[in-house]
């Protein structure tokens, strides 16, 4: 059983920075998603199993990066210039898939941590 664990959300002001992290079991393919009340669940950024390459919503483009520890097992987001619509739960999940390319669909993943709250006050 793969085992994800959150940590780093909490309240910031507008302009403000944070870093997420997730602590996984093993190496895999991961990436964050967010969702705010009342909002479905969206993707963020993702880095594939090597961590050379990544993507990011436009959203977040410039102000977030998604890395990799030197184990391969932590992943981050490191998020600057934070906004109040970044308001949200931060999710972080895993995939057993072994594709080259970060995944953007949360179809893609099979396994999520339980979520870490981020506020960011205007």
């Known amino acids: 059983q793969v085992q994800l664990v959150e940590s780093g959300g909490r309240l910031v002001q507008a302009g403000g920075s944070l870093r997420l992290s997730c602590a996984a079991s093993?190496?895999?393919?991961m990436g964050w998603f967010r969702q705010a009340p009342g909002n479905e669940r969206k993707f963020v950024a993702a880095i594939n199993w090597s961590g050379g390459r990544t993507e990011y919503a436009d959203s977040v483009k410039g102000r977030f990066t998604i890395s990799r520890d030197n184990a391969g097992n932590t992943v981050f987001l490191q998020m600057n210039t934070l906004k109040p619509e970044d308001t949200a739960v931060y999710y972080c999940?895993?995939?057993?898939?072994?594709?080259?390319?970060?995944?953007?669909?949360?179809?893609?993943?099979?396994?999520w941590g339980q979520g870490t709250q981020v506020t960011v006050s205007s």
């Open positions: 093993e190496r895999y393919p």
């Open positions: 999940p895993a995939t057993l898939s072994t594709g080259f390319y970060p995944y953007t669909r949360d179809s893609a993943y099979n396994y």
